[in-house]
Nanobody, 119 residues
């Protein structure tokens, strides 16, 4: 059974930093893409950043230059280093993985971790 465990959320002042982690367990084959999404109450979940097994990264325009996604393939763990945080970054952050062959397309979500940035 695939399970994602997130950690690292919390309360920080504007301009500060946080680092989120997400460890995946129960992976039988491979993970194609690991990423982070965020959601504000009443709004749709939106992409923050993703990284493929081949190293390709994709960032939302709102976080480019401030957030960095990385992953440790051996540990099936993805990280999100968030710097120069702004109040508008406040949201619940969700880890997401998309599996590779032979389970291509199967995806899983973490339980979410709250990030609150005070002004």
């Amino acid at each position: 059974q695939v399970r994602l465990v997130e950690s690292g959320g919390g309360l920080v002042q504007a301009g500060g930093s946080l680092r989120l982690s997400c460890a995946a367990s129960g992976i039988k084959y491979s993970i194609a893409t690991m990423g982070w999404y965020r959601q504000v109450s009443g709004s749709q979940r939106e992409l923050v950043a993703t990284k493929t097994s081949g190293g390709y990264t994709n960032y939302a325009d709102a976080v480019k230059g401030r957030f960095t996604i990385s992953r440790d393939g051996a540990k099936n763990t993805v990280y999100l280093q968030m710097n120069i945080l702004k109040p508008e970054d406040t949201a619940v952050y969700y880890c997401n993985i998309v599996l590779g062959w032979p389970q291509s397309g199967s995806q899983y979500w973490g339980q979410g971790t709250q990030v609150t940035v005070s002004s």
